[in-house]
């Protein structure tokens, strides 16, 4: 964990832990792709509240990916 920021998101605004980590993906024992990403877990909703991943992966066509929660009841 590297830090706990307050994150606003659609769903509402939390106290959440900044994760983050660095995804290599290797393929008969060669590199293919590497990608960056952090997430923030708030512990009040049991849940990933926001995600951002930069870098290439080999099932996402996208090079960056960010989502947001958007309702939580």
């Keep these: ?8 998101v659609p769903g509402g605004t939390y106290r959440a832990a900044l994760i983050e980590g660095m995804w290599t993906y290797l393929e008969d024992g060669e590199f293919r792709a590497r990608a960056y990403e952090r997430f923030w877990y708030a512990p009040k909703v049991s849940q990933i509240v926001k995600i ?4 290439i992966t080999p099932d996402e066509g996208s090079r960056r990916i960010d989502a947001e929660l958007a309702e939580y009841r």
């Design 1 to 8: 964990m590297k830090s706990w920021d307050d994150v606003a």
């Design 52 to 55: 951002s991943r930069e870098g």
